[in-house]
């Protein structure tokens, strides 16, 4: 009998000139030597757990279930907040507590949660001050993708630090929502929801107000208008995302991770 | 008796801050665990077809035959543009039909291509309008690291998009070729091969023109010309390239992607 | 039995854009399936040993024994510069020979060294003159994690190439030092050591001139000063490092790698 090696995930802001990121992994190998490691990303803007959560709720259901997502945006590292872990969807979350883990649990409840204190299970009973990925994080990851039961890996708790979006405000009129992430390609996602668009927009046509533009063309895919062109679409994450057929719609619109979107249903009725 | 795993590599324009990349390793890890994942890069140019497929022909060889090399440069997401998998030199390649592969057969026909149209193969039958990579070209590229014939993986074709570099042109006085990509060095890569630099150049000198300079020198490595001065050299993959030694031929030269480089051969003979 | 894969790690200037480091990882994988590769960073400056000497540094006891830790930073390529490897602390290490493992060893012997110097453990016995880390530094890193003795990689030699940082300059009022790296966070490493700085400190108070600014908290975690205050602390290295509780001492005090960092000692005793 083969078993599947376990997957961990790592997320940090930790970028990857400095070797940072390496130890955490040097660590993990030298206690499962057979787990699975996948970078999500290093390039969280220094210490925006905002962002680290939103690329973890846009990325943890393509991995299987049993994987344990490590990850490390920690501005208050060595002060009082705790370390945890938490048992969600079939998946295992390790980190601070510090909201990062808010938007994968979408006001959810988590099957289990453990304050990770016990030191016996760390890189050395005296971690440093500065770097918990290494000395705390990555050796509890590393044995929870052993097969440690997460109720040993520290002490069972219902406390968890929450941060949220600010929802869109929505009438019959229209929706009024944010732009919460722009990818490389300048393609700018919101917080309004396929489903919150369907329900409300019933059979009227939509505007949208983007930045310098009001965008009309609801479409499927990018290459659905011209060139240049903006347009709404529902991506993969079925979010609403304002992008522009081989271009930036960050640049050509004049929009950024805060700005405001603006829908309005219009009173004609779609054919 | 041990199966070596299957390798696959990754080259896209997804850059690594979003996790779209992350995506499409755990669609991979999930269905194929014991594979080998390797990334080529994903900081290509956004929809930049032609630098993908430099850097795929200058890598594809270094890895063993039997690897399955998933790219995704796709401006044509979603539309009709068809998604493809072939059979060259030993390797499967998977991704868009939009000329990513053409550097890599240069001008030869592949053994085998295959249309990918079975959804039954992919993530989902209804996969994202804006996401194959993740919905269609991930899964199918683990099947066939698993082993799935590439017959198997679709419908059988021989149609193939294709795209091409300007060829040098050259007569007996000389060669005019192009810049075709810049590295990290600022080391300026020609599209001028050793091949066609010996046959016309016979026992004459060379002179380079290019950009602000004339460079007369054809070394064997940057350590063969002092420090800050310019050089031809031919490089790794058997192609002309323009460097300086300890520093950036882009910078010092003022070259670019595109760039001229005009060779002419003098009548002095080699001693 | 099962016999634990050994590990690679890798550290370039070769940044990720041009598929260097994918051939290096290529050509490993083709001769050794089952290796761990795992990247410390690709973004050492272009040629700058030092970094690269001080990132390993920081890194390397991360891993576990018998780890063999790839580095290629390597103006001199194709001159008559050595190819190396050795070992040390229990780690085999492999690179050119131009001081890159200097910081590892700091100046201590290691236990072995090699001169590579044999054709028939390369990719081919001629190798490009410009791209050593595919074709020499890869396979015999790839035959070292194999189980090859050190011995048999080459000749063995003691001549090793050195480089050292400057050493801080102490007497009873107080330390001179630089600042030898800045992180990604702006976080200032100094080349003072904890045991340096208690030795000479004995129970006196410190006062620290670093940039445009004398900061005079020890701590021991970033958020032991508020936001946006300045703060000497003992890293997870055991070096002393300016930091600026949620912010960047980089650019809060404009300080940069080489600048000076003058510790005084003053009278009053620590309670």
Same mark, same amino acid.
């Given at each position: 009998m083969s078993i599947t090696p376990r997957i961990i995930t790592l997320t940090t802001?930790?970028?990857?000139?400095?070797?940072y990121v390496a130890a955490m992994k040097g660590v993990i190998l030298g206690m499962a030597p057979d787990v699975r490691l996948v970078d999500? #990303?290093? !390039?969280? $803007?220094?210490?925006d757990i905002m962002t680290a959560a939103f690329v973890l709720l846009r990325t943890y259901r393509s991995f299987p279930e049993g994987s344990v997502h490590l990850a490390v945006v920690d501005p208050?590292?060595?002060?009082a907040r705790r370390a945890i872990a938490l048992e969600h969807d079939g998946h295992t979350f390790i980190g601070p507590?510090?909201?990062?883990f808010s938007l994968v649990l979408s006001g959810q409840e988590p099957q289990a949660i453990a #304050?990770? !204190?016990? $030191?016996?299970?760390?890189?050395?009973?005296?971690?440093s001050t500065t770097f918990h990925g290494r000395d705390i994080f990555a050796p509890v990851a590393a044995r929870l993708a052993m097969g440690l039961p997460l109720i040993d890996a520290g002490t069972e708790t219902r406390e968890l630090g929450r941060m949220s979006w600010a929802l869109p405000i929505s009438d019959h009129e229209g929706i009024r929502g944010w732009v919460v992430h722009v990818d490389r390609f300048g393609n700018c996602i919101t917080n309004i929801t396929r489903q919150e668009l369907e329900r409300l927009r019933e059979r009227r046509d939509v505007k949208c107000y983007a930045g310098n533009t009001i965008v009309s063309h609801v479409v499927?895919?990018?290459?659905?208008?011209?060139?240049?062109e903006p347009a709404m679409l529902i991506n993969s994450q079925e979010l609403l995302e304002i992008a522009v057929n081989s271009g930036s719609a960050q640049r050509l619109l004049g929009l950024e991770r805060g700005a405001p979107i603006n829908i309005l249903f219009t009173e004609d009725l779609i054919a």
């Open positions: 802001d930790f970028g990857l000139q400095d070797g999500i #990303t290093h !390039d969280v $803007p220094a210490q208050g590292v060595g002060s507590d510090n909201g990062l #304050t990770l !204190d016990k $030191p016996g299970l760390w890189r050395a009973p005296q971690p499927n895919t990018y290459s659905d208008v011209s060139e240049g």
